[in-house]
């Protein structure tokens, strides 16, 4: 099989591999028909996630159908679609049993395409395929579903459900790149008064527009301001982070309101300073987190029932063998306007 093999930094190549086999009786063989590339992909190659080891096949986020099972494996068959989750759990562990699937103990809790070889590929190796993989409903295209295993779930439950929006909020989100958006689009299905976008990408302000946010910032401008107005001075109820830098962080603080909550989705770098003194007597609760994709199920329903704007974040596609090209077209979006590009 071809797959999209990680060098060294700077180094990458789609090239002939040994096709994946079954090596657990828990593991799934799946053939990838859509697969797509995620900013952590882009990390990767940067070199700003060294236990990646060189060798390692990338990629995260994938659907396909199974060609292949592990004698233990009892939820799917061969020939059965599904999306193959950026998780793999045991689902058996104490953290498994409380939906934390990211901090599996019992074997897993493996990121694909990151400790173990990853989606871009013909074929994939998924361990705990029962817990791992999800069949799709026939009415799910492609397209859509391979946004379910990392963007959606990851706004979804890092934050949207971290930041437990209520009906009536005001809902910040700073950054609307691709998890940015799915989270102004799934915030809104809590009934929200308003979701305001904060970026610094003229772009990115008008696709928010378009995922439905009331409002939007530009962060060079003053959204301090812009939020203090909308709210009588006292700030917004739930301030979600999508950037990962210490200033987006920071402004999050900023602008959430007493008693109001702050949910990290972002992955940082570098410390944000975190201004205890202000925060405790405000009542501030701040959550971070890793994607455990424990909402894939009610995502797939959702999906299902056209209640998410999935497509709308698929701005290109590509055949699987023309991997460079979608990273070149997807590692530059601030000329090419990419959002998500699909392969398959
Ligand atoms: P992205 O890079 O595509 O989007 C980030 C957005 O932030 C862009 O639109 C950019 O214009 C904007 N931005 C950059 N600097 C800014 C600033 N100073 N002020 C305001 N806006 C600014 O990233 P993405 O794919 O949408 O992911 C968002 C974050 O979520 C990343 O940090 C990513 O690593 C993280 N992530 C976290 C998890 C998790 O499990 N917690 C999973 C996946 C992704
Ligand atoms: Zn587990």
Redesign the pocket.
Known sequence: MKGYVFHAPGQSTWQELPDPAIEDPADVIVRVDAVTI???DL?ILKGDVPEVRPGTVLGHEAVGEIVETGTDVRTVRPGDRVLVSCISACGRCGYCREGMYGQCRGGGGWILGHLIDGTQAEYVRVPHADLSVHPLPGAVANEDAVLLA?IFP?AYE?GVLNGRVRPGDTVVV???????LAAIATARLFGPERVVA????AS?LQAAKEFGAEAVAD?GEDPEQLIADLTGGLGADVVIE????P??FELCTRVVRPGGHLAN???HGASATLHLEDLWIRNVTITT???DTHSTPTLLRMAAAGRLPTRQLVTHTFPLDHMQEAYDVFGN?AETGALKVVLG
């Open positions: 995620c900013g952590t990390h990392d990851t890092v700073v950054g609307a790149g691709p998890v940015g904060v970026d610094r990408a990115r962060a999508a950037v990962g830098l200033e987006t989705v972002g992955v987190g890793l994607v979006a």
